[in-house]
């Protein structure tokens, strides 16, 4: 090799890094704090994804139910101390408030091409990451299999229903103000649940387990504890109803007091990706992003029509509709 040449490759090789050095430079670092409501599982596993993409960046986590995360967030706001960069939480409506609060950052750039309609914020405040909906789960020695939310006003249906009640679980709040805002269901379809004596209870798991040992024939229920229930041998099966499933999306949003701005769109950016929603698809869930794929407990060819949902309207009427709701069934 001539010197000639060899003064030209350095310089060249010299010249590339040069144009590398800023793109280097902006690599995220530094530590981001993480607050959720994931289950354990589920964080870790979010975390670790994160952290193999982005080797530079040191992730904190506060986890607990949704209800702590906020209260926790609440006091630190109004300390003037947030303690969180980002936010992976259940629900939008818990968004929507921070929202209207002026407490999250928009992120402009982050790509939600094929994401499902309605998942993320018009203003890209906060991003649903993945779709966990909510139907009809029968038991199959039940004499009837349902296809409309409205079967379950059915005289035949009587006294054979389960649901979680609304003034414990997120999910079923969204669903109440989603479905009483709604002409062809409205208040009607409650009152017709408690005239058919329908029982309002804790939580998804205290239905899944009245349907599955029978002691209910019908109850209403998020998809993948049914499917995954009926995968494992229980005598369960699920029906998502022709007018729609209520569905939660777990966003993800970025506090606007964030200390590291970088690293903090980087998750958001991850969560959004192809791999991130990959991994939601391996941890069970249906995605966002439906073109990643299907879980493998969702029967093939399975279309889910997800109720569409208002979450700002949501957030102004849930504490009404949760009160009347408790008139109407009783805490």
């Not at 009245?210 to 229980?234: H, I, P, R, W």
């Not at 029906?239 to 999306?249: H, I, N, R």
């Not at 958001?268 to 990643?292: N, R, T, W």
Request: net charge positive.
């Amino acid at each position: 090799m001539t010197q000639t040449r060899r003064k030209f490759m350095l310089a060249a090789a010299f010249g590339a890094m040069l144009a590398a050095g800023p793109a280097l430079a902006q690599a995220p670092s530094g530590k981001l704090v993480l607050y959720t409501s994931q289950p354990e599982k589920d964080a870790a596993q979010t975390t670790a994804a994160f952290k193999k993409a982005y080797p530079n960046v040191e992730v904190e986590i506060f986890r607990s139910g949704t209800t702590e995360v906020m209260g926790k967030l609440a006091a630190e706001i109004s300390a003037g101390q947030p303690g969180a960069d980002v936010l992976l939480i259940a629900d939008a409506a818990s968004m929507e408030i921070l929202k209207g609060q002026k407490q999250l950052l928009a992120h402009p750039g982050a790509k939600t091409e094929g994401l499902q309609p309605g998942s993320f914020d018009a203003d890209k405040t906060y991003f649903g990451s993945k779709l966990i909906t909510t139907g009809i789960a029968y038991n199959t020695a039940a004499k009837e299999k349902p296809a409309s939310w409205t079967d379950l006003d059915k005289p035949g249906y009587k006294g054979q229903i389960s649901m979680p009640s609304p003034l414990y679980s997120g999910a079923a709040a969204i669903m109440l103000s989603t479905m009483t805002a709604r002409p062809d269901l409205g208040w009607k379809f409650f009152e017709g649940l408690k005239s058919n004596e329908a029982v309002a209870v804790r939580g998804n798991g205290a239905v899944l387990r009245s349907v599955a040992t029978g002691e209910k024939a019908y109850g209403v229920l998020v998809d993948f504890m049914a499917y995954n229930a009926k995968k494992q041998g229980s005598p369960i099966d699920f029906v998502f109803p022709k007018e729609g499933a209520p569905a939660v999306t777990e966003p993800v949003a970025i506090m606007k007091s964030t200390k590291n701005e970088a690293a903090a769109k980087a998750f958001v950016d991850f969560i959004l990706s192809d791999e991130g929603q990959k991994l939601a698809l391996a941890m069970g869930y249906i995605p966002a992003k439906p073109s990643v794929g299907s879980p493998a407990w969702l029967p093939e060819g399975t279309k889910i029509n997800v109720m569409a949902s208002d979450i700002a309207a949501v957030v102004k009427a849930t504490e009404a509709d949760k009160a009347r709701f408790a008139t109407l069934f009783g805490n």
